[in-house]
């Protein structure tokens, strides 16, 4: 699991083969798109991909709510 500081230093960062940053939660093609890149890891480094929802892609929160249901 990501730590919050591993969270605030993703957001920092400039987006790159990693880290793909959208301010909606149903912009279905963004997500396949950056899903699918994440499983080809092109750079064959290993490490996980984050696809942030809600934040703009300077890193800025976009303010953007969730509802999670309990399970």
């Known amino acids: 699991m990501i730590t919050k500081q591993e969270l605030l230093q993703l957001l920092a960062d400039t987006e790159c083969h990693r880290v793909e940053r959208t301010t909606s939660k149903t912009d ?16 064959g480094d290993g490490k996980n991909g984050y696809l942030m929802a809600g934040a703009f892609d300077n890193g800025r929160l976009s303010g953007l709510r969730w509802m999670i249901p309990y399970c």
């Open 28 to 43: 279905m093609g963004k997500f396949c798109q950056a899903i699918c890149a994440f499983f080809n890891d092109l750079p």
